[in-house]
């Protein structure tokens, strides 16, 4: 190897080493994505009238966030348009019931959900849910989830941001582009993820392997 082909290997070495340095610090920053479907959280009393006094749900995967899972169980969500069958519930049981839908689904139930944030029902519009042993006309509870990111303190720190602050995201990719209105929910129990619907996802080809970034 003579003296020029020694220096354009030096170089090359450098270049890679800098190109490999940026990517992993632009992945520091990189969030996966939780892509969720229309579902249903059910209070205990709730699930008693739907599945029989003392039911009790039966696991049928881990989800992203500590101590939450799906269920083998589904439910009827019926509106005053029309219905929607096998809905799937996610455990564990909540001191309200709270219903998932996506905007779309409002035109078939002939409803108008709220977009809020989970746990924040106040105001919102009620429905009726059907089991295999009765059902229910919840009072409040219908919503369309607000986009949103878990993270801990320490990621929150990390990022820069606080709990309950409402940031953008980035989106890349050939059908990419921004969300605005993402809430930072940031507590010791989370694990990092960009929670978005179907809808949302379907709109910029994101899938659960995606990535985002936060753009204050």
Not at 50 to 70: I, N, V
Not at 85 to 113: A, C, H, N, W, Y
Not at 168 to 175: E, F, T
């Amino acid at each position: 190897m003579d003296k020029y082909e020694a220096i354009m290997k030096l170089l090359l070495e450098a270049i890679e080493s800098n190109i490999s340095s940026t990517e992993v610090k632009e992945d520091i920053y990189e969030i996966p994505v939780g892509v969720s479907n229309r579902h249903v959280h059910l209070s205990q009393s709730d699930l008693n009238s739907l599945f029989g006094e003392g039911y009790q749900m039966t696991k049928l995967k881990d989800l992203s966030q500590p101590g939450q899972y799906a269920c083998k169980e589904t439910v009827t969500i019926c509106g005053p348009k029309g219905a929607i069958e096998k809905v799937r519930i996610l455990g564990p049981v909540r001191s309200k019931t709270q219903v998932e839908v996506l905007t779309g689904d409002s035109f078939k139930l002939g409803v108008v959900p709220h977009v809020k944030m989970s746990g924040d029902l106040y105001g919102t519009p009620g429905i009726t849910l059907v089991g295999p042993k009765g059902s229910i006309q919840v009072k409040e509870g219908l919503i369309v989830a607000q986009r949103h990111i878990h993270m801990t303190p320490k990621d929150a720190e990390h990022f820069g941001v606080n709990d309950g602050q409402i940031v953008s995201i980035q989106v890349n990719g050939v059908r990419g582009g921004i969300y605005n209105n993402v809430v930072i929910r940031s507590n010791d129990t989370s694990a990092l993820e960009c929670h978005i619907d179907i809808e949302e996802a379907n709109a910029m080809n994101i899938n659960n392997v995606s990535k985002i970034k936060i753009i204050k």
